[in-house]
């Protein structure tokens, strides 16, 4: 048995001396570290020397077996050294001071000369038979390595065979790290591996992790250098009995759970710096609206803050009183609202009732845009660094782009569902996946859960999305043919595996969504859906260089900016296009891109400054089901994380240049076409406040619980604060009116609010201006049906502008005075009102 001492070096990291025999003259070298590990050392050698000599034969260049004696202060290397003493084959490392399970593992592999190296630990936790497992994965072709489309940043062909194969055991905590819900967070941890030796030995060589965390480290460094198909996780059996370690070590160099725990927060820093940057930005985005929750009101949310705050409290409501969570009668009274056919986002709301409950609506609604465009772009980020880039911060800014492009942040002012796309990522991950061909079943298993998840998160998006995705297959299919024909038998059985899944999880909410109450087929969003060519090269209000006016010309309104990328970040984009169109990720990317604007400019393309106009190609998509619903401009948002993976790629090839003068001359061109771009904070302004006739309970007295109250003018599209009353009041009383989507006329065609009778238009166009007409019996007997038709229990009109001249119409139209209570009038009406029901006070 040969004796060798490892050394440490400047950094605290033991090394060994490099191996005894020429690189490659061994076929498997065996690594096991110990530490105060005598008691069973001994035995462990004589089983895998028995093993090896049975499964590779006896003689010298068969197998070796390195043991690395972690700065064992027992008699670890003295029992090694009695069993093999002899033995040429077996080797042990000793470092000079206990260093942990990486020091040792490090300077093990370093020591070997095998073609494979295979890691084990001092119990063989799991049998050797397994070898023969991962030997069969190690020897089979990967294929493509990053699936249909291969990753940008790989070695063109990529890996023919993987690099390591992990036995899939572990400390189910950390394992959990790497899980998709924390993706890129990755801790692969086992006690038996297998690697191709000289792999194994560049990527230890590289690592700087001394602790048991080191594991996750060489599967990153080996991940990162030959793409993800290089290393495969294969489940393996573990014994059911394995000999407790009686002298478990303690002190320096121990390998507890906060050791290993707090590696991985050092081996994950720069990630979670990158998370923290992308929660900052998102803060600075809605620090208005935080700066005073109560009090502040997103100024270009028009009423959708109102709306979704709403649909928080409803969802917490039906929960908390066990009601069916896709409908409610709270508000458009009598017909109700189909909560599964809008955006109410249940995937959020529902988790989040804890924090409703706890903290209130508006407190949700920030945290949902707050962390979910944090997530969103660190999703990106980690997709763009995984297929694309290694270099960390080339893929932050990409990530960056994607998620507070001027499209997300125009709809940050109150369309969550367009903001919060963390899941989208993993999804156009999950599918190249499926392209890759390793694991199809698990893949289109995990595709098919995410879909649905994201069906209540925005089905919008994901239909984008979606087409998104079969436009670049279809590039991909004219620009590598070969390759997307290889990809697509996987692909295909992996998403009839995912709709397996899928679909059984979302029929009942499908079936509600398109033909239980409240239902309808389309939304009419109007003939101006489209973007303007040049709100292509223009900015968004929000930009550093926006103009409110400008962009308010080009758009439909201040949510729904939806490109405004500016012409120098397109002029980027195509540069990096051009300069990279050797690529067939980036020719398909352009394709996507292009396509995505061209759809965007709706079914007719108008010339700017002129009359003219010609047909789009949204018009052959335009009436097919499901895309009837689709505002056609928001196909422009395809372009964000398009122009993110581009710019992503250009940064790093920027820092790969030669010249320091060429390095800064890309840095200055791609700040130059991203600082136009750079979002500001969201305009905010003072809230409406309830009225006091709300706040204090008053209202009790006139509508009973679940009663009708029908505010002056009725909640609309165009104002909606009657539903904030209704979360004030915990949903105490119903509404007449609201904002929503629903069905109109007898084709059922999907509305924003609720269908109107004449008393609601009336009692708006005399608010907004109208004068009152002649009050005549019709309309007494209109109004007198209208509120039947709600089951109205009272009319209430806060104090506002053109008060006299509505509080005069009702009266005339109800026969009544009515009541002033606080800062509202209050007109009783309904069965209560026909018995009675509390004083009358005509002329207060």
Known sequence: MNHETGAGSAAGAATAPGPRRPTGSVALSVVIPARADAHRIGETVTAVRGHLDARYGTGPDDWELVVVDDGSADDTAAAAGAVAAGDPRIRLVR????????????????ATA??????????????????DRLEQFLDAPTGAPAGGPAPTGAPAGGPRTPAAVLGRTGNRFVRALGMPGLPGFRADTCGFALFDGDRARAAFASSTLDGPAVDAEVTRLLRRRAGAAAVLEVPVRRRTAVRADRSAPTGRGAD?????????????????????????????????????????????????????????????????????????????????VNLMANATMLGLTVPLIPVTLLFGETVTFALVLTLGMAASAWTWYWLIRRRCTPNRWAAAVGG?????????VSHANGHPNFVVLFMLPLIVDRALRLAEGRNVVRDGVLLGLFAAYQIFLGEEPL??????????????????????????????????????VCL???????????????????????????????????????????????AGRLSMNTTEQNAFYGWPLLALGAAVCAAMWRRPAVRALAITGAVALLLSLGPRVPVPRTDLAFPGPWALLGKLPLFESVIEGRMAMVCAPV???????????????????LRTAGVLAVAAALLPVLPLPLAVRDRAPVPAFVTSGAWKGYVEQGGVLVPVPLPDPGQADALHWQVEADFGFRLAGGYFNGPWGPERTGIYGAAPRHLSNLLRDVRYGAAPPEVTPQWREQARQDLEFWKAGAVVLPFQERSDELKGLISDLLGQQPEKVQDVWVWRVGPRADAGAGPSRPGA
């Open 504 to 550: 059984p999880l979302l029929a009942f909410p499908l079936y509600w969504q398109f033909l239980g109450p409240q239902s309808y087929h389309s939304v009419l969003h109007g003939d101006n859906a489209g973007n303007s060519p040049l709100a292509l090269i223009e900015y968004a209000a929000r930009s550093l260089f926006g103009d409110a006016e400008t």
């Open 400 to 408: 960056a782009l994607a998620a507070f492009a001027p499209p997300m």
């Open 463 to 500: 239909l984008i999305a979606a087409l998104g995705m079969l436009v670049y297959c279809l590039a991909w299919l004219s620009v590598d043919r070969r390759r997307a024909l290889a990809a697509a038998p996987p692909l295909a059985r992996g998403l009839a595996i995912a709709l397996a």
């Open 95 to 110: 470092l000079d001071g206990p260093r942990g399970k990486g020091a040792a593992l490090r300077a093990g592999v370093a």
């Open 114 to 131: 095998g073609r494979r190296v295979l890691l084990a630990d001092a119990g063989l936790g799991t049998p050797l038979d397994e070898l």
């Open 256 to 336: 507890g759970p906060g050791r290993r725990f707090g590696e991985l927060l050092r081996l994950n820093a720069g990630g979670l710096t990158v998370a923290a940057v992308f929660l900052a930005l998102s803060l600075y985005v809605f620090h208005g609206l935080w700066a005073d929750l109560d009090g502040r009101y997103l100024k270009d949310a028009l009423q959708d803050q109102n709306q979704w705050e709403w649909f928080v409290g409803v969802a917490t409501d039906n929960i908390a009183h066990l009601r069916n969570p896709f409908f409610t009668t709270a508000q458009g009274m009598p017909d109700g």
């Open 643 to 661: 122009l993110g993976v581009l710019v992503a790629l250009a940064l790093d090839r920027v820092a790969g240049a030669r010249s320091r003068e």
